[in-house]
């Protein structure tokens, strides 16, 4: 590993001057995806800036929703009492990820910034579009857990945080601070497509930006249902998911969020499925079409099909759970 700088700021000031005037200096939480790329020589910072005593690791009610630091470790997340009372997917959520070790480790603002985990990306070998190269090796290589959706390239990555997801879909903001001043930013239109000029990011953060905080509206009454497919129920990333939340106007639906995970290179929004559901009532009937129109635009690369079904799947028990219907 290249020798590097660790700075420990006591706050939030101290930690966005220590991301200004150091040759390439970036933020560090859990450690658990920096660290990684580090030892595998994809990435090498002159300097690492801790966060974690310099950033908020509270959750705080805050006008009827809730305000999350970026240091709140996963496990508190996953385990805390409100969360799951107002935001049920985004508890669901945590509590998949990784294991208890990496729900430990893990903090709210590194898994949001955690970079792809595409096997091509994370080997030194391959200096693809990602690492500043000209090509993406995934669509005539070993592309099983790549995009279905989002394929126009130039990458065709799977965004990696499970907690994107629910995020999205409770229309979080995220705080986001520099040395300059500070601004929020739609969870909505943090994360972007890859595209020949933005390919080396996965979001709109510029690199002397934190993200400090989620800051969730009021949830309103509403169903909720989040369902993930892994291919063995142990530590690793899901195949798909899909996150749903259903507004409600007697038996009928009246608004649907659907936000699907790990097929797309940004959490992916289903207005198809949404449209599938708004108008109609709580059945499995109604789940299977939501799934089926979920999946309509699926573009999967060679090895990749399976995930169509998965993701079917996923849309239709995640509505079967907003409406408390058994999924197997
Ligand atoms: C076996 C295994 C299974 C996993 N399964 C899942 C899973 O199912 N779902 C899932 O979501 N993840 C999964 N992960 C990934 C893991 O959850 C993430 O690596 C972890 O959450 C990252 O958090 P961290 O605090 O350790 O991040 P770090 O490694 O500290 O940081 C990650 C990146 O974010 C940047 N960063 C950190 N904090 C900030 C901030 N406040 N503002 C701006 N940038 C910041 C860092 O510079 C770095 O680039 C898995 C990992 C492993 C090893
Ligand atoms: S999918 Fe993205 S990260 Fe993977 S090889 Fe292609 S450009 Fe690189």
């Known amino acids: 590993m290249k020798a590097f700088a660790y700075v ?9 001057a220590a991301l200004r005037d150091a040759g390439v200096a970036m933020p560090i939480g859990g ?9 595998d020589y994809i990435t090498a910072p002159d300097r690492l800036v801790n966060i974690k005593n310099a950033l908020d690791a509270t959750i705080t009610p805050v006008a009827g929703g809730l305000r999350i630091g970026a240091a709140v470790k996963i496990v508190d997340l996953a385990e805390n009492a409100q969360v799951s009372r107002l935001y049920p997917n985004i508890s669901a ?3 998949e ?5 990496i729900r430990n480790q893990g903090t709210v603002g590194g898994n949001i910034n955690q970079r792809p985990r595409c096997w091509y990306f994370k080997n030194e070998e391959f200096l693809c579009y990602k690492k500043g ?9 070993e592309n099983q857990y790549h995009a279905i959706f989002g394929n126009d390239g130039p990458s065709h990555i799977v965004h990696p945080s499970s907690l994107a997801v629910p995020f999205l879909a409770y229309g979080a903001k995220f705080r986001v601070v520099s040395a ?5 930013v739609a969870a909505a239109n943090f994360f972007t497509l890859p595209t020949l ?50 507004k409600m106007s007697g038996q009928t639906i009246s608004s649907a969020s659907v936000v699907l ?3 797309a290179p940004i959490p992916w929004r289903s207005e198809e499925a949404e449209r599938a559901l708004v108008g109609k009532t709580l059945s499995e009937a109604t789940a299977a079409a939501a799934g089926e129109a979920a999946v309509r635009g699926a573009a999967p690369l060679s090895r990749n099909g399976y995930k169509v079904q998965v993701t079917k799947t996923a849309v239709k028990r995640a509505v079967m759970r907003a409406a408390g219907l058994r999924t197997v």
């Open 31 to 39: 450690g658990q995806d920096i660290l990684a790329r580090m030892k």
């Open 93 to 95: 959520a945590a509590i």
């Open 97 to 101: 990820v990784g294991t208890p070790q």
């Open 197 to 246: 000029q933005n390919v080396l990011k996965e979001n709109v953060l510029a690199d002397d930006e934190l993200l400090t905080h989620v800051i969730l509206p009021a949830p309103g009454t509403a169903r909720h249902g989040h369902y993930e497919v892994r291919y063995k129920e142990s530590h690793d990333w899901p195949l798909a998911f899909a996150t749903v939340i259903l």
């Open 261 to 263: 995970g790990a097929v």
């Open 8 to 16: 420990n700021p006591a706050n939030e000031k101290e930690a966005v």
């Open 180 to 184: 300059s001043g500070e601004r929020e």
């Open 133 to 141: 190269g000209n090509r993406c090796f995934a669509p005539a290589g």
